[in-house]
T-cell receptor
Framework: EAGVAQSPRYKIIEKRQSVAFWCNPI?????LYWYQQILGQGPKLLIQ????????DSQLPKDRFSAERLKGVDSTLKIQPAKLEDSAVYLC???????????????FGPGTRLTVL | AQSVAQPEDQVNVAEGNPLTVKCTYS??????LFWYVQYPNRGLQFLLK??????LVKGSYGFEAEFNKSQTSFHLKKPSALVSDSALYFC????????????FGGGTRLMVKP
């Protein structure tokens, strides 16, 4: 089966510019996640969607970050305006629906490496 | 709040020797524990998980992990390391009693030398 797709793979922008990342999850996966991975650290969850609804966005800097999953399939993460500290790899992940009592792992895309100058 | 600690930034081991990558966690409820591996310029790949049941969990590529509730640990192990195992390894925890958020440790770089 095809994996999680992300684009672009690399992006370089100047501070105060805007940028958008796109993610297409594995077909049939209801849950979609966006993570930020700063160099030398583990991924940090930014937002989690269940179909087209937001489950958890408690760690999303809402003054500059936004995300949507309008049709419950692919998703876009936007940063406006970008700051130097936003330089990181942005990972998208998805997981299938869980059976009763089950806990599924997440499947990750290759990520988008953002450099803010 | 939930947290994960990976106390070693890097682990060095010779090919053919056993390896251990350490992980300790903190959650309020029942822990769901995961190990992922990350190769250069690639996303994280799932290795194994502990949800309930047998404390010894077997996963992909010959890896296994042992859940120890009293020590709040979930160390990753492999009996015989391969050079191709060299990568970045992440432990993650989810509180089974509170939401779906997965919290990752800072990662441990495994270097297997021929």
């Amino acid at each position: 089966e095809a994996g999680v797709a992300q684009s672009p793979r690399y992006k370089i922008i100047e501070k105060r510019q805007s940028v958008a990342f796109w993610c297409n999850p594995i077909s049939g996966h209801a849950t979609l996640y966006w993570y930020q991975q700063i160099l030398g650290q583990g991924p940090k969850l930014l937002i989690q969607f269940q179909n087209n609804g937001v489950v958890d966005d408690s760690q999303l800097p809402k003054d500059r970050f936004s995300a949507e999953r309008l049709k419950g399939v692919d998703s876009t993460l936007k940063i406006q305006p970008a700051k130097l500290e936003d330089s990181a790899v942005y990972l998208c992940a998805s997981s299938p629906p869980s059976l009763a009592g089950g806990v599924n792992e997440q499947f990750f895309g290759p990520g988008t490496r953002l450099t803010v100058l | 709040a939930q947290s994960v600690a990976q106390p070693e930034d890097q682990v060095n081991v010779a090919e053919g020797n056993p390896l251990t990558v350490k992980c300790t966690y903190s959650v309020s409820g029942n822990p769901y524990l995961f190990w992922y591996v990350q190769y250069p310029n690639r996303g994280l790949q799932f290795l194994l998980k502990y949800i309930t049941g047998d404390n010894l969990v077997k996963g992909s590529y010959g890896f296994e992990a042992e859940f120890n509730k009293s020590q709040t640990s979930f160390h990753l192990k492999k009996p015989s390391a391969l050079v191709s195992d060299s990568a970045l390894y992440f432990c993650a925890v989810r509180d089974g009693n509170a939401g779906n958020m997965l919290t990752f440790g800072g990662g441990t770089r495994l270097m297997v030398k021929p």
